[in-house]
């Protein structure tokens, strides 16, 4: 942590420096006034950094949050002549609520609809600014906007007001790297990465999202009033559809989720004008292009490559470190845990489940009831609407008629992160870790449900925060040991199949669920890592876990699972011990087919 | 009173269809290729500068210049598909870049619209020179109904296309189900560019329609654009009835409020149709709630 | 007999993780071929592979002489290999008509041919008539697996690749389709089946061949393998040595 954040010293040495490294006269104070606001861009950027980089949702009102900041900012301090910072207080509280309310719309759009939204609330914040003259003066502007003071000295010199943006940037920064690192910020990436596998680890979408709207929000604002503030005049035209865009290209060329990247990125944009003055007329042109090439041709954005540039060198210089690629050791212990015996308390009670999807009836009425204890396991062809009922079950589809009771208490369609929340985890046939975080960072999302710190803990209550971040952290490490885990700061899209599996169960099992739906584990597993994940089950369910498994690997099956039922074509055919259903004809039938002549 | 309210139902429809045909190719690219073009207003503006070039300087007939001028805003649209679409086709999550990326475009087409063509803005003249026309006893401006009929007969022509022809359903077989489409032998990447060509085409049409009511400029394409845009949202993006129901809707809702409310807010109406549906009916109004699969 | 499609040494990836490592199929025309093989064994992939949905890292796919493991799908349907996928992958928003036409995509066909070819389809498959203009989302399942192996047919393949046919299907059904299987094969088609109807494959196919974990563990004749029982337990237990 404190070497995290040693890293952004530099930059911010280079911030304080930067002023006496220009040169004098006009120019210098062009430069500096330049400066200024590219460090006002730059703070509402960072919000973009959470919203867009983080949590991966897109919002094309960025300008238009910066502008409501500007604007409430500059209306009481100048007409209602209210004091400096209660007024930049009161900006930020109400732009806050905006974004509030964009990202309570969010949750009921897709992204790419979420996209259409934000610039809908734009086009009206710029209408509104430009016609509600009363208030916002029109077109005209607002002019006369004060500076602040500071232990009763007034800062008016751009100089000084320079360092006060330098310490709101380096604010803002904190508050951002701090979420970053927060159970939070655990969360964000999941929303990001993977909403359905984040919901199935008990993150609600809807807060998490409404958390990075109206964080962002309140970094628009801290950026907007820095803004108004600094070039002590605002008209609505600065808070138009292509500042929006503006804010976007910051990011992006910084590099979506990087602090650094985006403040870079910031006064990249402010400043490419100046750079490409010598095109003259050709310049926008020129930009929009840029823009294009930038964004399509490097996803990691101009930061991005410069940091892999950088790497590529010092590799090249000090050659390669090894990043264990081949250590991977598995778990072998030749000494079987005990494991518990099944009881007769019923866990899970599925009653005349069904799903049907327009003409295909996938599950049509299926029963069956996993007690405290149990490895149960459904078998049976390949599309008998095996994965249906574990979707079902664990809330990602809703059930056209049965009914589901976990532990007494009915559970039918209440959505996959109250399910999780009820002690029920799940992995997924296709395996969905989220792919851009490490295995550890995965794991720890997992340990999401049992963390208690909101956004003003992350923020404020440092002890707290930390304790459970670390926690989390400590969880997580424990968890992949007790797998047989090592390759612990490895991207997740980066492992192999096999391994990824793993990560994948330590995700489901690091908040120490009851029930642990598996779908499929051993898919496209070797036999040594069949045998490997026969282990780890083994050590699972001797924690007392009660686990339902899908799966098609009978001497996997009949070495773990305790209870098995066979379905075909949408229904239960069969139960019993993996020895009884193995030896039903109707067994056979379903999974070799039937033996009579066929034509 | 009533004749004004008959002027400004065709007024409302002429400026909606204008709406329809541009969020057409809003919802068109959208279903095929799953992204959103930002720079379709500015092909209206091309469209427009097309027939500014073939009529005013070229004096060619106007029948002929509005073909060659849409084929051409087509092509151009075509080869937009190539530089911007194209690299990025297989990237997975490619929505964001693609749809920063034709904003970066439209603003390049717009400066480089204005570079050729200058800042002072052309007048196109009406395709019926006459100042009014009586409809049912009611004096409207010409121009609204040579759009309402194009316009139609647009539609009437892209429907046949799209539900009668083998290549239309080839088009509608990759947007459902790309990869299928590419095993039955479908091009796909040809299909791209048809759908780009034919939605910019489309934009292109719109813009040459409505440039006499208006002036031609290198920005006249954004603010209709976003009002199409909102019009697809109010439809439902993806459905292309409800691109054209709700592009006549937020004309004709834009033209009544401008009279009946407030000319300053005029600009406004469209958007506040467009949060109203976002807060209460989020997928519009032929749109479906699409889940996500697992 | 030549073989018509040689697969040899292919080497397929799925982003970082590779699922097939070495896999070798022959296939004579005339023959019903089947893979067999558990889930994630690397059946799908490798007729992913050939008809150019996936391109192979390391090997060579050749159809009729001609090196196809560089082209496109849509260039090597036209060759005259088609691919029904797994799960059927009817085009919803069409009618089971346009489905059937949409299968014509890979030549040129006049609207007379179109109509003979799409009447040659009804006859095998007689349920579709009754279901004509009905929208490929509203089918059930076997209705959709008839309809994608008819929009298969309708390329008039040499080679035609059925994935996983009976998938989801009701016993009945399931017999229907292996007969049209064997039918098709009759009037001269030659067939690659993945199954995991293990009995009915070894009773529709040739020859066939076993995969596990991306790899070939086994080719034989169909008769060799049903006459091996221990063949027949490995395919229940499957994974078990």
Redesign the interface.
Known sequence: MIRSIARFLPFVALLVLIPFLLPGGRLGSYYLTLLILSLSYAVAALGLTVLLGYSGQISLAQAAFFGIGAYTFSVLAVNHHVGYWSAALAAVVVTTGFGLFLGAISLRLASHYLALVTIGFQIITELVLNNWNAMTGGADGISNIPRPSLFGYAINSDHGFYFISVAVLVLASYVVFRLRHSRLGGALFALREDEIAASANGISLFRTKVLAFAVSAALAAMGGILYASGSLYISPNVFNFYQSVSFFAMALVGGQASIVGTTLGAGLITFLPEVLRFLHAYYIAVYGVLVVVVVLFMPEGLYGLLLRGVGAVTTLVLGRREDGRDEVAYLKSDAVPERPVASDRPLLEIRDLAKHFGGIKAVNGVSLTVNRGDVAVLIGPNGSGKTTVLNVLSGIYTATAGSIVYDGKEITNLGPTRINRLGISRTFQNIRLFPELTALENVAVGHYRRGTVGLAGALLSRPRGYREEREAMEKARETLHFLGFVRLDVKAKNLPYGQQRIVEIARAIVSGPELLLLDEPAAGMNHEETEVLSQILYRIHALGVTMLLIEHDMSFVSSVATRAYVMDFGQKISEGSVKQVLSDPAVMKAYLGDDVEYA | MFSEFIQLTIAGLAVGSIYALIALGFVLI?TSV?V?NFAQGDFAMIGAYFMVSLVVVLHLPWWLALVLAVVATGLVGALFQL??FQ??RN?PRN???????T???????E??FL?IYGPIPYQLPPIFKADSVAVFGVHVYPQYIVIIVVTAAMVALLNWFLERT?LG??L??TA??P??????????AWMAALTFAISTALGGLAGLLIAPVYTVTATMGSSIA?KA??AA?VGG?GSMKGAIVGGLGIGLIETYGATYISG??R??FP??V??LF??FR?YGLFGEK?S?K? | MSNMLEVSNIQSRYGQVTALHDISIEVRAGEVVALLGVNGAGKSTTLKTISGLLHPTRGEVRFEGERIERMAPEAIVRRGIAHVPEGRHVFPGLTVRENLIMGTSNRKVSRAETERDIEGILEIFPDLKRLYTQMGWSLSGGQQQMLAIGRGLMAKPRLLMLDEPSLGLAPVIVKQVFATIARINAQGTTVLLVEQNVNLSLKVAHRAYLLETGRIVRADTTEALRADEGFRAAMLGAGAH
């Open positions: 959208y799953n959103v530089l911007i690299p990025v990237r929505f964001l870049p693609v749809m920063i990326a904003v970066g475009a439209s603003v390049f087409l400066q480089a570079l083998k359903k080839q509608q077989a459902q189900d990869d299928t489409a590419r095993l039955m032998g479908i091009r796909v976003l845009f909102a949202i993006f300053s807010y600009d406004a958007f506040i467009l949060i976002l807060i989020p699409v996500q697992v």
